[in-house]
């Protein structure tokens, strides 16, 4: 570790395999897998975990912007890379210099991409698209009702090729509504076979499906029309279920740590921190993180949330505040400068989660990862 500020991340290179692998078996090999690397590996950093990730077979990778793209090409030359979130204006370019697969939508999306393969004079079917359906989710895709506008763009002497149709789920635990979903998605898969064209994956389905191996219904309906089925894990890679399943076998990848830098002791009375939210009730002795909300230690962990140290909790006390937080350590025998703190992760027999911490601030687990600022320095180990 080269940072001089002692608050860093851990990412775990052999939990993240496991994930990876455990993940592969769950799913079989009639299905392929994108392994969801967005929002810089869901805050555990994207090219290091990329690399790993590679390195375990994985071939697809799936990010937010082409700007992403970009910076994970530089890291794995060879693999597919699907940018999951569409595309703004000047960056088709970008996107077929660095061979990367856009999702798809609109015809403003195809505009783009023609005109900048109509510049580099690509040939037919050269580039390929994933074309997104909106099946319930109402953020992105394309209705059943857009689908000829968008159809006609592909075929004999175009420039685009339809590499795949996927949608998104909204809600992978209510069956119903996911009945729903794959009913309009079937719909639009049956319209796109019947004009003639034949994407050779369909994509649906993310980490729930895959732990519950709920995936019958991607897997036939792509037999259907002599495609692939596709599924995509996110959270899952990084140890955390979206879905009660305590069979999972996956592993947190990322542990949080920082030091104690500073003790003092306060006699009762004595208020610390920003507008006095914590009042000693005792004689108390307090030890000083040098973490805060800009590092992504939430402010409503105040006078809620607690830390490791020396195999015990620490109760956060008074208000985080933008680069640090005081705990108590009055019941904490031998606390000293320098000691390590966990604020996710395991120290002797005690545990803290992201999903842990996402309990206590109202949100989830996915939100606690990404929010891990960029001035945390991630440290792959072992």
């Excluded at 496991?18 to 090999?29: F, I, K, M, S, V």
């Excluded at 937010?64 to 699907?82: D, F, H, K, Q, W």
């Excluded at 920082?258 to 004595?270: D, L, Q």
């Excluded at 939430?298 to 937080?325: C, E, F, K, T, Y």
């Amino acid at each position: 570790m080269t940072s001089t500020r002692p608050t860093w991340a851990e990412v775990s290179r052999s939990k993240l395999l496991h994930n990876y692998r455990r993940l592969r078996e769950l799913a079989g090999p009639a299905n392929d897998l994108l392994a969801v690397v967005k929002a810089n590996a869901y805050g555990h950093g994207l090219a290091e975990c990329a690399r790993v990730l590679e390195a375990g077979g994985a071939q697809w990778f799936g990010v937010t912007s082409v700007e992403e793209g970009v910076a994970l090409r530089r890291v794995c030359p060879e693999a597919r890379i699907v940018i999951m979130a569409g595309l703004w204006h000047g960056e088709a370019e970008t996107a077929i210099e660095h061979r990367l697969t856009p999702v798809v939508w609109e015809r403003t999306h195809l505009g783009f991409l023609e005109a900048a393969a109509q510049r580099r004079s690509l040939k037919s079917g050269e580039f390929p698209v994933h074309l997104e359906i909106d099946t319930g989710m109402s953020r992105q895709g394309a209705s059943i009702g857009e689908l000829e506008l968008l159809l006609d763009r592909f075929g004999p002497g175009k420039p685009l090729r339809l590499e795949a149709v996927m949608t998104h789920f909204h809600s992978p635990e209510n069956s119903e509504a996911t009945q729903r979903q794959e009913h309009a998605f079937t719909e639009a898969v049956e319209k796109i076979a019947e004009s003639g064209l034949r994407p050779g994956f369909l994509s649906a389905g993310s980490s729930a499906a895959v732990l519950r191996r709920d995936t019958g219904f991607i897997a036939n309906l792509a037999r259907q029309i002599g495609a692939r089925p596709m599924l995509r894990p996110g959270i899952a890679l990084y140890g955390y279920a979206p879905c009660v399943d305590p069979g999972n076998e996956l592993e947190p990848v990322l542990a949080w740590k920082t030091r104690a830098i500073s003790f003092r002791k306060i006699e009762p009375g004595i208020t610390v921190g920003y507008d006095a939210t914590f009042t000693a009730r005792r004689k108390t002795r307090l030890a000083l993180l040098p973490v805060g909300y800009a590092d992504g230690l939430n402010r409503g962990l105040s006078n809620r949330g607690s830390v490791l140290i020396r195999g015990q909790r620490a109760p956060i006390s008074g208000r985080i505040s933008m680069d640090h937080a005081m705990v108590d350590v009055t019941d904490i025998p031998g606390a000293e400068r320098g000691d390590e703190a966990v604020l996710i992760g395991e120290q002797g027999a005690e545990k803290i989660t992201a999903t842990d911490t996402a309990n206590l601030r109202g949100t989830i687990d996915y939100e606690v990862l990404c929010g891990i600022a960029a001035r945390v320095p991630r440290v792959m180990v072992d």
